[in-house]
């Protein structure tokens, strides 16, 4: 069984930055896809980024590229997402998600595995 623990989110002004890691438990993890999602209040979750098993292959949403930033530690169970220049419309939970397989999916669906997920509030 997969567990997945996010930490880092918080309350910043538009402009910061904020630091958001998922802690990872569980078997084959390293060769699984890992992604982060957000949902804010009132909205379906949404795809924010995705990285491949080996770190070779990223993919964003085009409302953050350019701004944040995934990466993972395989030797460490961590999935970071560096999150620069932060804007009112980022605000939302924010969820790491485990699959297996290659597909760096942006559908929610395609994810076995969820987070408790973590609050990020921008104020502008």
């Known amino acids: 069984q997969v567990q997945l623990v996010e930490s880092g989110g918080g309350l910043m002004q538009a402009g910061g930055s904020l630091r958001l890691s998922c802690a990872a438990s569980?078997?084959?993890?390293?060769?699984?896809?890992m992604g982060w999602f957000r949902q804010a209040p009132g909205k379906e979750r949404e795809f924010v980024a995705a990285?491949?098993?080996?770190?070779?292959?990223?993919n964003y949403a085009d409302s953050v590229k350019g701004r944040f930033t995934i990466s993972r530690d395989n030797a460490k169970n961590t999935v970071v997402l560096q999150m620069n220049s932060l804007k009112p419309e980022d605000t939302a939970v924010y969820y790491c998600?485990?699959?297996?397989?290659?597909?760096?999916?942006?559908?929610?669906?395609?994810?076995?595995?969820w987070g408790q997920g973590t609050q990020v509030t921008v104020s502008s």
């Open positions: 998600a485990a699959r297996a397989g290659s597909w760096l999916s942006s559908i929610p669906r395609a994810y076995d595995y």
């Open positions: 569980g078997p084959t993890l390293s060769r699984r896809v």
């Open positions: 990285i491949d098993s080996s770190s070779n292959v990223k």
